[in-house]
């Protein structure tokens, strides 16, 4: 295939920028409804892999390895030609993207890219709020890098605290803030905690009443996405086994080893992780389409960009409305699937000549974990918490991963879950730290380690 100058006179060519939910199940929905056209298909990501992010926080917790959650994206949609890269320039007008592609982009010349069709699936990036030190001093678990290095700096926590000397010391240095009480964030919180309880007593110096997790959430429950009973149930469940749930109340500052209230009290901590929601990736702003006041792509309801019929917009950076409640759809996994089951449609449908699909979906349901063999279920209205929400929880995501040996794996690993020790090895790879701190440990001459691609 080239993609490399205009058409001309060449099967038309659909563009995908983006590897996440969106982007790969648009191109794996494509390949089946286009596979006796002569149209060409191609994928821009950073990575050559697939990452399923529901079960990312329990990379956090070593419940399962982290190559369990990775697909490669060629043997997902092997009908598409892959570039791995980063997307630098999104120029609608010539119909064109420009990368950066390889493991060291600054040796490699831009690339450009013309396209026919265009899928804009980049994802979002992590929202701050405005929250001063949010960006340069808390780790974020949106990427998979920084999941695996928060498992790392977790690691080195107990390493450290284990030989810590003095009482108030080792007590900050075992102390997590998680800032925001959504799904991911009361899920790694609660991954967090399972890492610290299940391998205290390999730890002779640490006992269990020397850790502390706090969750800030800036409303009046937890995941106020759910229905309000399992908000309230999730908060007593954290409560009852020692996590400290602060409701209403937001963090105002966040330092290197604290943050501060909006009540002026200070929590001495060694690790802040963020988790306040994503926002619209920045290239969007480039785009001159119009957006709504977050910076999503307002599109149709075929999900195609206004006055570009050839460009579609899903997942994160899409503002996209349920016709039954004239309110946006959510921005979770199942949301974007199907997004991408009706962007691949209406491209098949536009190339073959045939009628464009709207947009309609009813949300299936929400699962959260919660750890230690609980989480909280909303489905279709009916609620569950505990165990069996648990259980739904596991055997919902475990249906879900493409592929049946990414299935097995994880299934594989959790069942060794159940019947051995934590694994406690700490890879010295990865982001260290968040980038403010990446910067001091620099300038004091302290040799850091390579960060790894996610």
Same mark, same amino acid.
């Given at each position: 295939m080239e993609w490399l100058r205009p058409a001309e006179q060449q099967p038309p060519r659909i563009l995908i920028l983006g590897g996440g939910f969106a982007g790969v199940y648009t191109g794996y929905e $494509?390949? /089946? /409804? $286009? /596979? /006796?056209?002569?149209?060409?298909?191609?994928? %821009?990501?950073?990575?050559?892999?697939? %990452?399923f992010y529901p079960l990312l926080p329990e990379i956090i917790s070593g419940s399962i390895a982290v190559e369990a959650i990775l697909t490669p994206i060629r043997l997902v949609v092997p009908a598409a030609m892959l570039y791995v890269g980063e997307v630098t320039e999104i120029d609608l007008a010539e119909r064109r993207v420009t990368i950066r592609h390889g493991l060291y982009q600054h040796q490699q010349a831009p690339r450009s890219l013309y396209y026919d069709h265009l899928v804009l699936a980049l994802g979002g990036v992590p929202a701050t709020f405005g929250i001063p030190g949010l960006a340069e001093y808390a780790f974020d678990v949106q990427r998979l890098s920084n999941a695996f290095a928060l498992r790392n700096h977790l690691i080195d926590v107990l390493e450290q605290a284990d030989i810590e000397t003095n009482p108030l010391e080792k007590r900050r240095l075992l102390t997590v803030v998680v800032v925001g009480g959504?799904?991911?964030?009361?899920? %790694?919180?609660?991954?967090a905690w399972s890492l610290f309880t299940d391998a205290a007593r390999y730890y002779r110096n640490i006992e269990p009443e020397d850790f502390r997790v706090v969750i800030v959430q800036a409303t009046s429950r937890l995941i106020p996405e759910f229905p309000e009973k399992l908000g309230e149930y999730a908060a007593r469940l954290l409560r009852r086994r020692g996590v400290e749930v602060l409701l209403d109340r937001k963090v105002v500052r966040v330092e290197p080893e604290h943050v501060e209230l909006d009540d002026g009290s200070i929590i001495p901590a060694h690790t802040i992780i963020g988790s306040v929601g994503v926002q619209p990736n920045p290239l969007m702003q480039s785009l001159g389409v119009e957006m709504d006041r977050r910076g999503r792509v307002i %599109?149709?309801?075929f999900l195609r960009v206004p006055g570009h019929d050839n460009v579609w917009a899903l997942g994160d950076n899409a503002l996209a409305l349920d016709p039954e409640t004239g309110e946006p759809y959510p921005q979770t996994a199942q949301h974007a699937v199907q997004e991408a089951k009706v962007v691949a449609y209406n491209i098949a449908a536009t190339l073959l000549g045939r009628p464009l699909k709207r947009m309609e979906y009813r949300t299936r349901g929400m699962l959260v974990s919660l750890g230690h063999r609980s989480a909280a279920a909303d489905i279709r209205g009916w609620t569950f918490s505990g165990f069996f929400a648990w259980w739904l929880w596991r055997t919902y995501y475990l249906l879900q991963l493409p592929r049946w040996e990414r299935r097995l794996r994880v299934a594989f690993d959790w069942t060794l879950d159940l019947f051995f020790p934590p694994e406690l090895v700490q890879l010295k790879v990865g982001q260290p730290a968040p980038a403010a701190r990446r910067l001091v440990h620099t300038a004091l001459g302290r040799r850091e380690p390579e960060p790894v691609r996610e």
């Amino acid at each position: 295939m080239e993609w490399l100058r205009p058409a001309e006179q060449q099967p038309p060519r659909i563009l995908i920028l983006g590897g996440g939910f969106a982007g790969v199940y648009t191109g794996y929905e $494509l390949q /089946r /409804r $286009l /596979r /006796r056209s002569q149209a060409e298909l191609a994928i %821009v990501n950073r990575e050559n892999f697939f %990452v399923f992010y529901p079960l990312l926080p329990e990379i956090i917790s070593g419940s399962i390895a982290v190559e369990a959650i990775l697909t490669p994206i060629r043997l997902v949609v092997p009908a598409a030609m892959l570039y791995v890269g980063e997307v630098t320039e999104i120029d609608l007008a010539e119909r064109r993207v420009t990368i950066r592609h390889g493991l060291y982009q600054h040796q490699q010349a831009p690339r450009s890219l013309y396209y026919d069709h265009l899928v804009l699936a980049l994802g979002g990036v992590p929202a701050t709020f405005g929250i001063p030190g949010l960006a340069e001093y808390a780790f974020d678990v949106q990427r998979l890098s920084n999941a695996f290095a928060l498992r790392n700096h977790l690691i080195d926590v107990l390493e450290q605290a284990d030989i810590e000397t003095n009482p108030l010391e080792k007590r900050r240095l075992l102390t997590v803030v998680v800032v925001g009480g959504g799904s991911t964030g009361i899920e %790694v919180a609660s991954e967090a905690w399972s890492l610290f309880t299940d391998a205290a007593r390999y730890y002779r110096n640490i006992e269990p009443e020397d850790f502390r997790v706090v969750i800030v959430q800036a409303t009046s429950r937890l995941i106020p996405e759910f229905p309000e009973k399992l908000g309230e149930y999730a908060a007593r469940l954290l409560r009852r086994r020692g996590v400290e749930v602060l409701l209403d109340r937001k963090v105002v500052r966040v330092e290197p080893e604290h943050v501060e209230l909006d009540d002026g009290s200070i929590i001495p901590a060694h690790t802040i992780i963020g988790s306040v929601g994503v926002q619209p990736n920045p290239l969007m702003q480039s785009l001159g389409v119009e957006m709504d006041r977050r910076g999503r792509v307002i %599109v149709d309801e075929f999900l195609r960009v206004p006055g570009h019929d050839n460009v579609w917009a899903l997942g994160d950076n899409a503002l996209a409305l349920d016709p039954e409640t004239g309110e946006p759809y959510p921005q979770t996994a199942q949301h974007a699937v199907q997004e991408a089951k009706v962007v691949a449609y209406n491209i098949a449908a536009t190339l073959l000549g045939r009628p464009l699909k709207r947009m309609e979906y009813r949300t299936r349901g929400m699962l959260v974990s919660l750890g230690h063999r609980s989480a909280a279920a909303d489905i279709r209205g009916w609620t569950f918490s505990g165990f069996f929400a648990w259980w739904l929880w596991r055997t919902y995501y475990l249906l879900q991963l493409p592929r049946w040996e990414r299935r097995l794996r994880v299934a594989f690993d959790w069942t060794l879950d159940l019947f051995f020790p934590p694994e406690l090895v700490q890879l010295k790879v990865g982001q260290p730290a968040p980038a403010a701190r990446r910067l001091v440990h620099t300038a004091l001459g302290r040799r850091e380690p390579e960060p790894v691609r996610e």
